[in-house]
């Protein structure tokens, strides 16, 4: 199917693409990769009148980073935060999460900034937000706002952004020192989107004890799910080599992490999966996720 008629605008600066956001307000959608909502107007499940293309405005490119964390302007491409070195140097979790992001040539043109706009329960920077505490930057004609990603995924395919608005930038925060991360995910196919995914960032204190755990989950909620493992893993003793990470006390205190996650999770069916294999699939990924991230940690200490 062909989408419904709209009008399209090509704004070549950040001030004219928010005097068109304002003009049309819920009239109007941003186009940034088109990875999504090209697919809605032609299934005809979206059929926005105006259309405002976001690709020719520059000052909205671009990746950032220092050790505050990184930032990504709206119009960078999934592939540019995915390959930029800096931005794995600060928050490595970006592209650990990233490379399981559909297909490379979606990655080229899918933004980041878009994936959290579009706010996808089942999006993997969905999560990556949450679980790293960032931020996503709100423009629209005379204001601005920040909103933390507690307050920004508001329900499946809901966001935060209002008619008018445009996020202008993401914000994802350096982990603090000693902290490894790790990704993992089951998906039907590869490059489809998870049936259950989960993130994890695991703190270490000098003699690899392990201080902080927590996890973020997509495809097993409305919005992406963080949750605070710190207890079953307070105090267990990382070993230096990954063989020993399968060690008896040490898997113990996993095993007790990914109980934690498959209780406190309320997944839904769908024809993908029963909610009793998305609530496993969370506890067994939950394991692996804080395991890997444990021996990344590790991997960290070592440097
Ligand atoms: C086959 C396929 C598989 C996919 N698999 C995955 C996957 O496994 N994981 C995953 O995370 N994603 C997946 N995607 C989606 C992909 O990551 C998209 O790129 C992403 O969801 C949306 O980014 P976009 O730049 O393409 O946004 P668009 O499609 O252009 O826009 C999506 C929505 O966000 C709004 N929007 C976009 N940018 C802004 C902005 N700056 N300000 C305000 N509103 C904005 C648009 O108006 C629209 O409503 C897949 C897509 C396809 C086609």
Redesign the pocket.
């Known amino acids: 199917m062909k989408p419904p008629p709209f009008v399209y605008h090509r704004p070549t600066t950040l001030e004219e693409t928010l005097d068109v956001l304002a003009e049309t307000g819920s009239d109007g959608?941003?186009?940034?990769?088109?990875?999504?909502?090209?697919?809605l107007m032609s299934m005809r499940l979206a059929a926005p009148e105006h259309l405002i293309d976001?690709n020719h405005v520059r000052s909205l490119g671009g990746v950032r980073s220092d050790n505050m964390g990184v930032w990504v302007g709206?119009a960078a491409r999934?592939v540019d935060v995915e390959r930029d070195e800096a931005a794995f140097a600060a928050v490595p979790l970006l592209r650990q999460a990233l490379v399981?992001?559909?297909?490379p040539t979606?990655r080229n043109?899918?933004?980041t900034?878009?994936?959290l706009?579009?706010a996808?329960p089942?999006?993997?920077?969905t999560a990556v937000l949450a679980l790293l505490g960032g931020t996503v930057t709100l423009r629209r004609q005379g204001g601005q706002r920040t909103v933390g990603a507690d307050d920004f995924f508001l329900g499946p395919l809901e966001s935060a952004?209002e008619p008018g608005?445009?996020?202008?930038e993401a914000f994802f925060p350096a982990p603090s020192a000693r902290t490894g991360s790790a990704w993992v995910e089951v998906?039907r196919r590869h490059?489809?989107?998870?049936v259950c995914g989960v993130g994890a960032l695991v703190t270490l204190d000098d003699d690899r004890h392990i201080v902080a755990a927590r996890v973020g989950l997509i495809s097993v909620g409305p919005t992406p799910v963080v949750l605070d493992v710190s207890g079953p893993l307070a105090g267990t003793h990382v070993p230096r080599a990954a063989r020993e990470l399968h060690d008896q006390p040490v898997d113990n205190a996993f095993a007790a992490a990914g109980r934690l996650v498959g209780a406190a999770v309320d997944p839904e069916p769908d024809i993908h999966a029963t909610a009793e294999y998305r609530r496993h699939l969370a506890e067994a990924l939950a394991v692996r996720a804080v395991r890997a991230a444990a021996g990344h940690a590790v991997e960290g200490q070592r440097e």
């Open positions: 959608k941003v186009l940034a990769g088109g990875q999504s909502l090209v697919p976001i709206a999934h399981h992001v559909a297909h979606i043109r899918g933004t900034v878009g994936s706009a579009h996808d089942s999006g993997e920077m952004v608005e445009l996020a202008v998906s490059g489809d989107y998870a």
